[in-house]
């Protein structure tokens, strides 16, 4: 009998890194995947917006003859009460939304991660003088703030970004505090302390990078809110001055005519709707894929 | 408990001195001439001097931050730029409409979003749980200005059954305006409902009430239901206390005579006494809308109310003990 020769068993198991494992559960996560695909059409709408139409025949030029038109072919979303194509102001309005609220987030998270990191590390007064000045402006609406600092600076794109920045500092501060705090007794940090590594390196090098995951779920929510924070402000009449077709402001110009041509205001606040509702998709996947203990 | 409620109370100090230092000084390092303000459009420079003096606008502004903080000790919150009014008449005045629509809405949110959060929890990853997250997540997506304007379209405009706007018509003005903010809350709510009953349901103290023969009901209302109650408390008191100073949208989109549309007016109207004002007021209205949360989380929960009493207890024993504990 021929002795069956044993072959040497072979398994390579390939070890995935952080982000393909994320997006390996999240490509799973059907609802993500959708709210993904959605905002990617809407980004590359809203870039394509700059090629099709001229922003100011098509988006800000009045053509009076053609106003208050129904929903058709020729005019996907009507006409508003100036004639101008509801449809065109809301691609290219998506720019405003969508840069508004990137920006302010980006700059809240820059500022909020570093004071919440450091109030987190060092503790004592530090964490004490940033914690009450988070929990200061905690205790009043976000909302309010923004109202408060865009009437008071002037309404300008820089002002609505300072003003809806500061909501999401205080955000970021206390996710990015609470992370540290966990991480500041944990093995890699003593070691990093002991073979010399300055303070601010440890942060900026190991606590940050392994405190991302909460931070990636909230820029994403965040961006949502901070959308519509930004289109409440316009629809307030202090948000991107006029004639700029933001989504706020076209809603609070279809109010006066809400009688005679409803549409005006239901297309922008679709939008709205519909694009807070991708982020919000693609955000509650993403905390499902960076933590799967948390899918319930 | 009424030691923690009194130094609960005493925290509002800070909050308060630290709100309006920056309101007072935003106010007026960026705001127009309080002096022309008052004195009108029309006024001849002699008259606008005269105001600046009478009013002590000519001196620096931590002087006037400090005799406006001494006004604050004695309960005086100044007269108001634009309308000469009392801030805090001005503000009482305005109290009511907010609280009827936080807590109609609040109620309404509440009356919708405990069943419809247990119901999906109770029937996790069926098609039932999957209608109430997607009611859930519409919600939270929804801008609820927009929400507004849609409901004033279809109930009042197409429908006739509500009034659009104002106060005028009792519970028939509230109904769109609690509804429009009571979905948005609904939504957080029934969001944490769910993931709180679902953290709940998988306990082992829920497997032996079952096993004890418990009908269903029994099990989810008795014993799932109490011990699920605090995060859910969490986030109505939260909620409350927005809705309590952030409804301008809605303030603004149904023409509601509340704090948020008159903090709004003052800011534009460069009104320092009455903004600052309406927002110290508005802050102890937050402090004391989470006291009230603090407090019914020992109405609910035993092992909060035990903390409470083992404080009070501690307090009284020895007076320099701290109180490192926390809730």
Redesign the interface.
Known sequence: MEAVKAKPMKKVYKSRSFAAETWRRLKKNKGAIIGLIFLSILVTLAIGSGFFYNYNTNIIGQNITDRFQLPSLQHWFGTDQVGRDIFARILYGARYSLIISVGSVFIGLVIGVILGAFAGFYGGIIDAIIMRLTDVLYAVPNIMIAVVIVSLLGTSAVNLLIALAIPAATNFARIARASVMTLRGQEFVESAYAIGMPSWKIIVKHIIPNSLSPIIVQITLLIGTTIIAASSLSFLGIGIPVPAPEWGAMLSDGRAYMRSAGYISVFPGLAIMATVLGLNLLGDGLRDSLDPKLKK | MISYIIKRLFQII??IL??SF??YF??NL??GDPAMIIAGDKASKERIEEVRVQYGFDKPVLVQYLKYMGGLLKGDLGISYVTNKDVFKSFMERLPATLELSFASVLLAVLISLPLGIYTAIN?NTWKDNTGMAFA??G????N???G??L??LFS?QLGWFPSSGRRNGIASLVLPAVTVGLGLAALITRTTR?SM??VIRQDYMRTARAKGASNQNVIIKHALPNALIPIITVIGLQLS?VL??S??VE??FAWPGV?RL??DS??KRDTPM?TGA?IL??IL??LANLVVDVVYAFFDPRIKAQYMKKGRKHGSSKSETHEESL
């Open positions: 800070p909050a630290i709100t920056i309101i935003a106010m960026t705001g996790q997540l519409f939270v997506s929804m801008p200005f927009w929400l304007l849609m004033i379209l405009q993931s679902l953290d927005n100073t952030g301008v949208l603004t989109v948020g903090v709004f800011i534009s903004v927002i508005c802050s937050m402090v």
